[in-house]
């Protein structure tokens, strides 16, 4: 499986880079990335300021690094949530059938069926920017997703022989739960934990741009893209970078839950008659 | 045969599955009565699809019966429910049919075989490990293999495990569904001989599954037919 | 089949009512009082007695369940309330904007479509070769383009530097053709890979071994059996893109500047003007709902055990 | 005219899996005659599936294969896009698992009328010879076949199309791969009858996958023994077998006493480069070990073993 290997390599490499980067950044960051000299404003590259400055005459080197922190560690902590609400409610939906079974799903249903983007806009716009409401809006629209994944696969692990079997060895309830149901998901939900954390990093930069995540003054990449805008013909460079910098982010995202999703098939390959 | 102590016994089950989109078969029991003695090897025959694992998961208590009761040991059981149930629960054991997925695939075999000692509140003392030695050297199971995970095995040797899982809760009545029939002629010649041997060494009771004719004839005692989920004819050999 | 469309209406009958209650909620839980908001427009700060007379003409008074019932009563006979900032009943603005963001999202859609499809069939006809592993490399990358900053870079491109296309403004398909790129390119990404690992997940079933054993030739093998059996999920993914290509209209109809209902719930946000707000959510809610509920059911169509039903010759 | 018959020399298949080289199929040279149908028996594992696919060149993807295989004189193994035209036209299969190979979504009118292309026939032609082909095949109203869903048909109906798919062109040579394997009793009769009917139907030569001792009694002229990726012995094997393996084979069946083979006995290497079955031979001497075992015996029974024959 030496693809897997080599998407994996370069996955997690990008990743601690970006990751590094962003903690360090306080001791990398040649300037404080808030402090304003409006008499160097919209420079290019140069020695002084290796990325140029932005409209505020701001130092983009140091901005660009502190700009990754805020929205990979908000993505972790709303995937984190949702999965574990999720995963409660799929397991419980899945593995109980009957009520307990259908007023959940109805409930998913009733959460999925309002678009993500717009719910999200709608509760980020509402109760205002900021992080904890921005946090409130991601865990509230994605939860959902991940219960029903997580129900078909319990309904799918529930009726395997080996879970029967378990059953009529004597086994309670907890234990096949904890020791025998949720073991055997969690390949599948790494997957599509890592697929979903991307998809958080676009959610936060898609509602920081139209200024209903994180605030101005805060140095994140969709922010300072949004700040752009107005200069974009004549410092195109302070749209590029940022953009940049996201980018290799989710794809390194991208890349390592598509590594993981190799590495769980393989041994779907296996000769079956040997 | 003398009439031996009843040790697992069900009256008159009826079982009707309703025709759900899930469900192909319609398998229903009407009234069907089974008692198994102490020490017997008791055989179930039909084609498939006549209810003999349906049976088989009614008196494991793994599927509620529409009516009718499960006795063991002479007390009914199938109202009981918690600890009540536990001599039941290690009295009876079950062997499945499909060898590839009778154990947790993320599970090392070892693990598999010794965590069902812990359902019962067993700790895992010296005694025990001696009992698991033992029973390895009876199935002829090499320590190696209990390192290895399930889809690394051959389905004779899991077979074996399964066995060796259910035994080492001194069980009293194994249920085999069909255990030898995915299995190779010469692996279940050899299952066949374990499994006679072990009915002498434990004094088991044996509930023996099966569609082919020729294996019933030669392992077991007493041979029930049932046929679309009715019993036929009782007790038609007894050898 | 009935149990199935039964399932499914009940379903959507408590999804349109969730959505109601949440557009509801949104309302209740706006900052500020409506019935003041309402009188302090233009600058005239009015006194306790009459916010109490406007409450009591809004029903604001009555408990919330109340409320809930009377309002939705309202919105079912189309009143969906009047916007703050312009005064003009909301459902008047919503059916102007309506028609912008369906030739958009359609737009995307048709591309989407195709797209997924033709790639992903590209992609798993010559699985493991060069194409495969480009298809593989492009799928990644329009994953982790941030929608807005690939606007913003198709703007600089096409716009400013060759001026080929309009950078915004509504008139014929040129103004269309940067935003469908924008809002089919993740969706289609994701329709591609979704058709690659079915259709590959169907080579490996023994019906296709049987019909390569038939003396078909590859196009037959693949388009003939392997794709109608792997297009379902495609299709009922299809049902959730919609859910994303609305989403994503937020975002391309404020850069592109395109009056469709994305750039009015941007609006009303900014203006602080939630009744229209409350509108969007509502009617967003429902297209999607009933759209899914179409795909759900055509995906159903396609598997003839479904169609055909159970019985046994 | 006299039916091509298939040579096959030193032909081996390994599997590349993730644990490394699995060798599935091990040097095994034979000939099938036309005109006869011959078993090939053995248990899970013994690389029969694997021998049928190869044949017909449908091993998957991760499976490399040397050695050649003739079909009279053409070479099968090298020219794979002609093969494409032998597949179907001359050499049919009837596939594995009924229920599962037959496309789930596509009407069987669909799956006949791809089997019938190779023979050039207009719509309407097509369609009378689908018809005539369901009928030979025992369905009394082959119109409303024709029109149904897979999942619609019974496990024996479903296996009756696929052997009326296989024999579309009425090609020379048939391969049934495990063709009774998961069926109850009644349903392996039942599938027993139409093989046998096969032949009417004009089919010479065909060659049975299969571990059930019952249908290659009554159906085969001549049945090979595999084991261990290796054919051991052909021929009259169940009345009067010559090699050990087949001799502690059929003791181990239920009628005969269920006398299980012995275990591989300890320290023996299980894959010797000699006689495959060398570890749990009781009469193995050191020499089985080392050196491939001659054939011995005539055309009609011949057997791989140092002391037996």
């Known amino acids: 499986m030496k693809k897997s290997d080599f998407q994996m390599k370069i996955a997690i490499t990008l990743l601690s880079f970006i990751i590094l980067s962003g903690l360090l950044a306080p001791w990398l960051a040649p300037y404080d990335p808030n402090e304003i000299h409006m008499a160097v404003r919209l420079q290019g590259p140069s020695k002084e300021y290796l990325f140029g400055t932005d409209a505020l005459g701001r130092d983009m080197l140091s901005r660009i690094l502190y700009g990754g922190r805020a929205s990979i560690l908000l993505a972790l902590i709303a995937t984190t949530l949702s999965m574990t609400l999720g995963m409660i409610i799929g397991v419980c939906a899945g593995y109980f059938t009957g009520v307990c079974d259908i007023v959940l799903t109805v409930v998913t249903q009733i959460f999925q069926g309002i678009p993500g983007t717009c719910l999200m806009i709608a509760i980020a716009g509402i109760l205002g920017p900021g992080m904890n409401h921005l946090l409130l809006a991601l865990v509230v629209t994605s939860w959902a997703g991940f219960s029903r994944i997580v129900r078909t696969e319990t309904l799918r692990i529930r009726e395997q022989p080996y879970m029967e079997g378990l059953r009529a060895l004597g086994a309670g309830t907890s234990t096949l739960l904890l020791k025998h149901l949720i073991p055997n998901m969690l390949p599948n939900v790494v997957v599509l934990f890592t697929t979903r954390v991307g998809r958080s990093v676009l959610s936060i930069a898609s509602l920081s741009y139209l200024g209903l995540g994180l605030q101005p003054p805060h140095p994140d990449w969709s922010v300072m893209i949004s700040d752009a805008r107005l200069h974009y013909r004549s410092a195109p460079h302070l749209i590029i970078v940022p953009g940049l910098c996201m980018f290799t982010l989710l794809f390194a995202i991208n890349l390592l839950g598509d590594a993981l999703r190799d590495r769980m098939d393989v041994r779907e390959e296996e000769v079956k008659e040997w | 045969m003398q009439d031996k102590a009843k040790i697992l016994e069900a009256k008159n089950i009826t079982k009707i599955f309703q025709n759900g989109f899930g469900k192909k078969s319609i398998c229903s029991l009407k009234n069907v009565d089974i008692t198994l003695n102490e020490g017997e090897i008791l055989g179930l025959m039909g084609p498939s699809g006549c209810g003999k694992s349906t049976l088989a998961r009614i008196l494991l208590r793994l599927l509620p019966t529409d009516s009718g009761e499960v006795l063991w040991k002479g007390e009914a059981i199938t109202k009981k429910c918690g600890h009540q149930l536990l001599a039941f629960q290690r009295g009876v054991q079950f062997i499945p049919q499909r060898p590839e997925s009778s154990f947790d695939p993320r599970l090392r075999l070892g693990k598999s075989v010794v965590e069902p000692l812990s359902f019962f509140k067993e700790s895992w003392s010296e005694k025990n490990r001696k009992r698991l030695q033992v029973l390895l050297t009876q199935l002829s199971i090499s320590e190696e293999l209990l390192g290895r995970y399930p889809h690394q095995v051959s389905g004779g040797e899991i077979q074996r495990l399964a066995l060796c899982r259910a035994l080492l809760l001194q069980p009293e009545v194994l249920i085999l569904d069909e255990s030898t029939s995915m299995l190779d002629v010469s692996v279940q010649a050899q299952m066949i001989q374990i499994l006679a041997d072990l009915q002498e060494k434990h004094h088991l009771s044996y509930l023996f599954i099966t569609h082919d004719r020729e294996l019933a004839n030669y392992f077991c005692n007493r041979i029930i037919v049932m046929e679309k989920g009715e019993i036929l004819k009782k007790g038609i050999l007894q050898n | 089949m009935k149990h199935y469309l039964l399932q499914k209406l009940f379903s959507l009958f408590l999804v349109l009512f969730g959505i109601s209650l949440a557009a509801f909620v949104l309302g209740i839980l706006t900052p500020g009082n409506p019935a003041e908001l309402a009188l302090s427009k233009g600058g005239y700060s009015p006194t306790p007695e009459q916010i109490k007379e406007i409450e009591i003409e809004m029903g604001l008074d009555v408990p919330y369940p109340v409320q809930y019932v009377k309002w939705l009563n309202r919105v079912l006979h189309g009143d969906l309330g009047t916007s703050y900032a312009s005064s003009r009943p909301v459902r008047q603005e919503l059916i102007e904007r309506i028609p912008i963001t369906l030739k958009l999202g359609s737009c995307a859609m048709v591309v989407t479509c195709i797209n997924g499809i033709l790639i992903g069939c590209i992609a798993a006809a010559f699985r493991g070769k060069g194409i495969d592993k480009i298809v593989q490399l492009g799928i990644n990358i329009s994953l982790s383009l941030p929608a807005f900053w690939f606007a913003l870079l198709l703007i600089l491109f096409f716009s400013e530097s060759l001026g080929w296309l309009p950078t915004s403004g509504n008139g014929g398909i040129r103004f269309l053709i940067m935003p469908t790129t924008v809002l089919a390119l993740p969706a289609s990404a994701t329709a591609a890979r979704l058709m690659r690992s079915s259709l590959l997940a169907e080579f490996g079933k023994p019906y296709y071994l049987a019909a390569i054993a038939r003396g078909t030739n590859r196009f037959e093998q693949i388009i003939k059996n392997a794709l109608p059996n792997a297009i379902v999920p495609v299709i009922a993914l299809m049902g959730n893109t919609l859910g994303g290509l609305l989403g994503g209209s937020v975002i391309v109809e404020t850069i592109f500047a395109l009056p469709g209902i994305g750039s009015y719930a941007i609006e009303a946000i900014y203006g602080r003007d939630y009744p229209a707000l409350q509108g969007y959510v509502l009617v967003t809610g429902c297209v999607y709902v009933l759209v899914s509920l179409l795909v759900d059911g055509i995906s159903l169509l396609l598997d003839p055990k479904v169609r055909v039903g159970r019985r046994r010759l | ?309």
């Open chain 4, 1 to 309: 005219m006299v039916g091509k018959s298939l040579f096959i020399e030193e032909l081996s298949v390994d599997f590349m899996i993730s644990t490394g080289k699995v060798r599935a199929v091990d040097g095994v040279s034979v000939v099938f005659e036309s005109g006869k149908i011959t078993g090939l028996i053995g248990e899970s594992g013994c690389g029969k599936s694997v021998l049928g696919m190869a044949i017909l060149d449908l091993l998957p993807a991760y499976a490399t294969l040397n050695g050649k295989i003739d079909w009279g004189e053409q070479s099968l193994n090298e020219y794979s896009i002609r093969k494409r035209k032998l597949l179907g036209r001359e050499i049919g299969l009837i596939p594995q698992s009924p229920s599962e190979s037959l496309n789930p979504s596509r009407k069987v009118k669909a799956h006949l009328n791809e089997a019938l292309r190779p023979l050039g026939l207009k719509r309407q032609e097509r369609y009378k010879k689908a018809e005539k082909l369901l009928r030979d095949f025992g369905f009394n109203e082959p119109k409303r076949i024709l029109k149904a869903y897979p999942h619609e048909l019974s496990g024996g109906m479903q296996q009756r199309v696929l052997c009326a798919i296989g024999t579309a062109c009425s090609p020379e040579w048939i391969i049934a791969d495990e063709p009774t394997k998961g069926l109850d009793s009644e349903l392996c009769k039942q599938v027993q009858q139409t093989l046998q009917s096969l032949r009417i139907q004009g089919i010479k030569s065909m060659l049975v996958i299969t571990h059930d001792l019952q249908l290659a009694e009554d159906l085969c002229d001549t049945i090979a023994v595999m084991y261990g990726g290796q054919i051991v012995e052909m021929g009259d094997v169940l009345h009067h077998p010559l090699h050990p393996y087949t001799k502690a084979f059929l003791d181990a069946l239920p009628k005969n006493g269920l006398h299980p083979i012995s275990q591989i006995n300890k320290g023996v290497e299980q894959y010797s480069k000699g006689c495959c079955f060398a570890a749990r031979c009781l009469k193995s001497r050191p020499r089985c070990f080392q050196e491939k075992p001659p054939y011995k015996g005539d055309k009609m029974h011949w057997v791989r073993c140092f002391d037996a024959g």
